[in-house]
């Protein structure tokens, strides 16, 4: 046995996450490694804190990275807000709603499932009807924004709902959190989660959460344990609470812990409003080459995500080679359908640093070559032109 | 709000972990971010499995990093073992014990405590007591090196008596991996988990496991679903298990993985043989200097942990204040005691890169300057003398 150090390609990542990393997020990881209750480490905590309460738009004292990926982030917000018995209306347009509903019933919960088609918004009446039918719900979850299918929901109205029905509120916030507008007090959201290598343009592993007070005030008053010892917010909140001596509970990951505060750094420094501005040009750029090839969207574009391009994949193509000879002959990674749309769609992602001019008239460019190679029936030759006719624009 | 770059300082660390991180580690973390489903990566998937087993000793099929720190690598161990009403045995002589008992407790199970001294090993004689009194118990437990006390256990002795009563053995290795022998298939352990921040010299954030074809029979044949959905290892081996397609579970670490794929292949380059011979000289270098100050370990000789040493603080002495000079002039982390140990003990870690002739000179002369500084009644000016001897033969 003899194996040698790794060297990974360079990739454009253009799939679903993770996205392209900026190269001051990669140097940042590479930084030395202190200790997890070094002073000096304390007040990276601290601005942590502050970036992070920026990019969620909250005053939420509980706003921290969990130590481990969006899907730890899930399941810290399900384990801490559901008690064995509560009932939980789970809004479904995607994969990661059937998660949630695992997430549910492994707490030992009640999930009453609101089924919307696939690549659709979240249907608020469909929400509201639920509540009428379960008035002892205790819990709406959703998912903001859907990867699986490039859907986005209408986040402050289905909060607004469940709260007219004194419920508290989940949201999956993994693919908007810095691409998309995503208000957690304006909206008054209770409980979101994220993850670091979408449009924080971060290396995955780490999942950024927030809890409102009330969310915060039901932690406090479980009738039972919580009961994951790693998540239980009770014991996490002793590090990094703003407790005036802070308790071990695990180690954090430091270096992790580097990349994700310069990636915050980063979007501080362009200023949320202007990283929203940019997803969403670069996004009607790729539609524009998309459309002029031929080539539609899944869904309706009212309820489109920019960040997230779920493109129907032409008939008679077969979709896995397209992907194997993007990622061979350009070194691009697009994403393609989970679940159900397995086989019928590309996942497209325009995130973070990855969303820039260069990389939707790259990715136009390839899928024309690609997919004329192919003989598949697409207009050829036009698509990067329509792209920069709607970046000059 | 105007936040910049965070620059840590460099420190030297010699407390119970993080340990210092090799370059050759921190410049892998910064290479290029891939897909995690990307053919590249999942080779890198391959080859971490086989550097794990070499690190663990084992043939285990079921071998890989759990993506989150330590402290989840023993959740992911309690709750796929043990089911609700399952007596599970609890050997504790240390903070990590205590975390066990949380853990059975949170997974439905009964926990027996099985009670040793601080700073002392297991006594396999209470274990077997403790089984032949409760003979319905499942599953033995025990911290194999307990970081909070520097103490040994013998787990060969421990694992063959819970075997004589049927009993599955779940073995924390977190601070022994890579530090002091550790032979998972021929001391015949069914479940171990680890960390990286210690021996391995890696940054903290994922956690190496290995679980035997009896523990992986158990978790197939569960009654119950596993409680927790990220740490599913019915899930989590679609992803990392041997199968011909994997299925998406969660976004892999991928840049932390880089890290610990890296910290593995120079355990190989060094061979375990030589790493273990390593930390046994180097902490012979480090007692023999803290003797001729008249310092004292906590842990009687032949139980001692050669990469975690535990010494009792002087009487008098400041213990706190101690680090705190420590840090400040010399750059130097030691840690502090932990739960009935806070106080009265420092803990010196010569763990993975930071276990040098280099560092133990360091430590010796910095320790010596500091408690003259305080007039701790000690023996000043011979510490690095008697270590450089033992160096030497």
């Known amino acids: ?90 809004c479904q347009n995607g994969v990661f709603g059937a998660r949630m509903k695992e997430n549910v019933e492994r707490c030992g919960g009640i999930a009453v499932m609101v089924q919307d088609d696939w690549g659709r918004a979240v249907d608020p009446q469909k929400l509201e009807d639920a509540l009428k039918a379960n008035p002892d719900t205790r819990v ?26 004194h419920c508290l509120t989940i949201v999956d916030a993994i693919t908007s959190l810095g691409g998309t507008p995503l208000k957690v007090d304006e909206w008054n959201i209770d409980a979101v989660y994220s993850g670091t290598q979408k449009c924080l343009s971060c290396t995955p592993g780490l999942s950024p959460v927030s809890f409102s007070a009330q969310a915060q005030e039901k932690i406090k008053n479980r009738k039972t344990k919580v009961q994951s010892w790693f998540m239980d917010l009770n014991l996490v909140m002793g590090y990094w609470g703003g407790a005036t001596k802070r308790a071990y509970h695990h180690t954090a990951p430091i270096n ?72 061979s002959d350009y070194n691009l990674e697009i994403g393609a359908g989970l679940g159900a749309m397995a086989g019928k769609v590309w996942r497209i992602g325009l995130m973070g640093h990855a969303s820039n001019p260069r990389n939707v008239r790259l990715c136009l460019g390839a899928l024309d070559d690609v997919l004329g190679r192919l003989n598949a029936p697409i207009h050829h030759g036009v698509a990067v032109d329509a792209a920069n006719q709607q970046l000059v624009d």
């Open 140 to 165: 709406v979850a959703f998912v903001h924004a859907e990867t699986s299918t490039g859907a986005q929901s209408d986040a402050q109205t289905l909060v607004a709902i469940a709260h007219k029905y």
């Open 256 to 327: 992790a812990l580097y990349g994700l505060h310069e990636a915050l750094v980063i979007l501080q420094e362009e200023g949320l409003q202007n990283a929203w501005a940019r997803h969403q040009k670069n996004h009607l750029a790729l539609r524009a080459g998309m459309e002029a090839m031929g080539l539609k969207f899944v869904v309706p574009e009212h309820e489109r995500l920019p960040q997230l391009n779920a493109i129907s994949v032409p008939e008679g193509v077969d979709e896995a080679a397209v992907r194997t000879i993007l990622l």
């Open 1 to 90: 046995m003899s194996i040698k150090s790794f060297h990974p390609p360079q990739r454009i990542l253009m799939g679903p996450g993770p996205s392209d990393v900026s190269p001051r997020v990669l140097e940042a990881l590479s930084r030395p490694t202190i200790g997890h209750l070094d002073p000096v480490f304390v007040s990276l905590m601290d601005e942590m804190k502050v970036l992070l309460k920026y990019a969620f738009q909250t005053g939420n004292e509980l706003t921290m990275p969990v130590s481990a990926p969006g899907s730890a982030g899930m399941e810290t917000c399900f384990v801490n807000l559901v008690e064995p018995g509560d009932k939980v209306i789970v």
